[in-house]
């Protein structure tokens, strides 16, 4: 698999870099641009980040290992994630995080043998008005019950 942006990427990511005074400002849209096209952040995929960005390797694994919305290894096609945080906790998330674990059969930042599924169990993802919150890529899901977490990991084709 090529790892290397195409044309249109990279014009993209001169769009981007044009925003910022200073064009490493970037570098989070970038490695979210990246994740999105190669589904997760390889050693060789930040290896071309770094290479568009003109910043060292050191830098973007760096940024990339400091948050949790890159991920480093392969992940399921639908990725879940269930904040188990204070207020979510307090409305069922735990119980919400557990029941994903029983029925995927897998634990935090694993990913299922077919490649389906992921699942993280998050800090918060400010929602704590509407709490317990679930995600699946990225749509939002507040007031999450479990059975309509089943609901929605049955809709996952």
């Known amino acids: 698999m090529s790892t290397t942006f195409s044309a249109e990427d990279i014009s993209a990511i001169s769009a981007l870099k044009a925003k910022y005074p200073?064009?490493?400002?970037a570098i989070m849209p970038v490695l979210w641009m990246?994740?999105?096209r190669w589904g997760w952040l390889s050693e060789d995929v930040m290896k071309e980040v770094a290479r568009v960005m003109d910043l060292p390797y050191a830098h973007v694994l760096g940024v990339a290992s400091f948050y949790t919305?890159?991920?480093?290894?392969p992940m399921g096609r639908h990725h879940v994630q269930v904040c188990t945080n204070v207020s979510c906790m307090l409305r069922g998330g735990i119980d919400l995080y557990q029941h994903a674990?029983?029925?995927l059969g897998i634990s935090h930042n694993q990913a299922t043998t077919d490649g389906k599924f992921s699942l993280e169990e998050v800090e918060c993802m400010g929602a704590c008005g509407g709490a317990p919150m679930v995600a699946i890529n990225e749509t939002f899901h507040e007031n999450a019950s479990v059975q309509q977490l089943d609901t929605?990991?049955?809709a996952c084709h």
Do not use: G, N, S, T
């Open 22 to 25: 200073e064009p490493k400002a």
């Open 34 to 36: 990246a994740q999105k």
């Open 69 to 73: 919305m890159y991920f480093k290894k």
């Open 101 to 103: 674990k029983q029925r």
């Open 152 to 154: 929605l990991l049955d």
